[in-house]
């Protein structure tokens, strides 16, 4: 590795985010084939509604077995706040100011730990239960019924949240993308978008 640069993340975590990623793409364009009458063409795409529903079922096996493997690399850090992730909050990462400078932040921010926990890990879960509940007991009404509210939330949850990950993971901050691809950042970057780690790694 060059002396320039420092590991971010492993190729397990982003294998693992690769796999998660595309499992829900699989998810969410099969799932607007099925919702909307005017998209069922999507279905085309997947060979016909039967294997897109099959693909469907399967692709949420594998997008809950990859949301349970991220608890190894992700759940840990995000449980620990301190008063620095307060201080991020409050001024909301600086994002909508010039001023504002938010105080240096570890391994992962504020925001990013936010995003795991609410959206990754409860959105996560909600649109994975929901599923197996329409999948595995489709005879119950209460279940049916229930199922499909909590899916459709959590859905419109990801809808709402990713497209903003990925403008966050790339054009808004530049050198962030290749953590996911790479898996290195450069001293500068560690040091200006996660200064607190840039220290536990002896970076000055």
Excluded: C
């Amino acid at each position: 590795m060059k002396k320039d640069l420092v590991q971010k993340t492993t190729g397990f975590e982003r294998f693992n985010h690769l796999v998660l990623a595309a499992s829900f793409s699989i998810l969410f364009l099969t799932g607007l084939g099925f919702l909307y009458h005017t998209l069922s063409w999507i279905n085309t795409m997947f060979f016909g509604v039967h294997n897109a529903k099959v693909i469907h079922e399967w692709a949420g096996v594998v997008f809950s077995i990859s949301l349970i493997l991220t608890f190894g690399n992700y759940l840990g850090e995000s449980l620990r706040f301190s008063r620095e992730d307060s201080a991020w909050i409050s001024s909301l990462g600086g994002y909508f100011s010039r001023t504002a400078e938010p105080p240096p932040q570890g391994k992962l921010n504020a925001g990013q730990k936010i995003f795991y926990l609410l959206i990754v890990v409860g959105g996560g879960l909600a649109i994975s239960l929901s599923g197996y509940m329409l999948w595995l007991f489709p005879s119950s009404r209460g279940n049916i019924l229930f199922g499909h509210f909590l899916h459709n939330i959590a859905v419109l949850l990801f809808a709402v949240t990713v497209p903003l990950h990925i403008y966050l993971g790339t054009a808004a901050n530049p050198g962030t993308f290749r953590v996911m691809t790479r898996g290195t950042v450069t001293r500068a970057w560690a040091k200006k978008h996660h200064g607190k780690w840039a220290r536990d790694l002896g970076i000055d």
